[in-house]
């Protein structure tokens, strides 16, 4: 189980405003692995993240999870392949105002076709699993900055994912939950044996991943 982008290169905007944010990038991601994204605004983190997760489709270039090309999937099969095999942990979270803790999961569940009601017993698992188990209740307005994280962490694991995409995830808390929750983060990638790919500016982030990538290194001739 691995993630390669081979001689990926991606374009951005029109015109005048046409940016190259990735060119000719070729880097593999291991199972089990925490690997942190390095490198400043601009040098095409959020974008590896994007083309990594089936949300944007690269000029050139293979997007191979398992072997399988994302790169050359039909809409609805990429779509398909972002409900069941990839887990997202965006830096604001992105609960659904109004939810539990628990239903947050439940809601993922059912987007990605499988019953809700069946899945919450491993819904509740990982919520306790993250520290939550007492915060099953909770809308995002009476959870933490961190416990709002964590909530979106057991989300992304509900489906079992394959590749777990993080983005800045220790941006929006304060220093305490953010070793905390980089520390889970860690863990958590260990144990469940995905591909873990994360995107900070963070260094206590980056002293936690197992391997880096420093951006600047492996995207020859970016323009920002």
Do not use: W
């Amino acid at each position: 189980m691995s993630l390669h982008l081979h001689d990926v290169t991606v374009t951005l905007g029109r015109g005048e405003s046409r940016t190259t944010a990735l060119r000719g990038l070729d880097v593999t991601f291991r199972p089990g692995v925490l690997t942190a994204l390095v490198g400043p605004s601009g040098s095409g983190k959020s974008t590896l993240l994007a083309v990594a997760g089936a949300l944007l489709r690269p000029d050139e270039g293979q997007v191979l999870l398992n072997g399988v090309d994302l790169a050359a999937l039909t809409d609805g099969e990429r779509a398909r392949a972002r409900r069941e095999r990839i887990g997202y942990m965006f830096q604001s979270g992105n609960l659904l105002t109004g939810l539990t803790a628990e239903e947050q999961l439940l809601a993922a569940a059912s987007l990605s076709g499988r019953r809700p009601r069946a899945l919450r017993p491993k819904a509740r698992a990982l919520l306790d699993e993250v520290g939550l188990g007492h915060r099953l209740s909770h809308r995002p307005d009476q959870l933490s900055g961190g416990e709002r994280q964590r909530v979106a962490l057991a989300r992304a694991l509900l489906v079992e994912p394959e590749l777990l995409l993080v983005d800045e995830p220790t941006a929006a808390v304060d220093r305490a939950r953010a070793d905390d929750l980089t520390a889970l983060i860690a863990r958590t990638t260990h144990e469940h044996g995905c591909v873990t790919v994360v995107a900070t500016h963070d260094p206590v982030v980056t002293q936690a991943a197992d391997e880096t990538v420093d951006m600047q290194a492996h995207v020859p001739a970016v323009t920002t």
